[in-house]
């Protein structure tokens, strides 16, 4: 099993940033690759972006591209999440996941067996 602890959330003014960590522990985390999805009051939990094990591919739903950044330190075994330009529709709870590799790397929730409990981040207007 891998343990997954998310953090960095919070409250800031449209157009700031935040930059998220999920720190893990367990298994190896190299072994996984990591995503990033979020979930709004009323809404689905939708992927956000996705970093293979290696690091070597990202992937970002279209709505964030351009504007977040994912990335991973193996040796500290933490994925980030560098949100930058935020958006009151950015607002969500946020989550990190670790599946196992594949031939793509995972957009869907369903392929992360392993999930942290979530941080809050909330975009003032």
């Known amino acids: 099993q891998v343990q997954l602890v998310e953090s960095g959330g919070g409250l800031v003014q449209a157009g700031g940033s935040l930059r998220l960590s999920c720190a893990a522990s367990?298994?190896?985390?190299?072994?996984?690759?990591m995503g990033w999805f979020r979930q709004a009051p009323g809404k689905e939990r939708e992927f956000v972006a996705a970093?293979?094990?290696?690091?070597?591919?990202?992937y970002y739903a279209d709505s964030v591209k351009g504007r977040f950044t994912v990335s991973r330190d193996n040796a500290k075994n933490t994925v980030y999440l560098q949100m930058n330009s935020l958006k009151p529709e950015d607002t969500a709870v946020y989550y990190c996941?670790?599946?196992?590799?594949?031939?793509?790397?995972?957009?869907?929730?369903?392929?992360?067996?392993?999930w942290g409990q979530g941080t809050q981040v909330t975009i003032s207007s």
């Open positions: 367990g298994r190896t985390f190299s072994n996984y690759d």
């Open positions: 996941a670790a599946g196992y590799p594949g031939r793509t790397v995972a957009v869907s929730s369903s392929r992360y067996p392993y």
């Open positions: 970093i293979t094990r290696s690091g070597g591919r990202t």
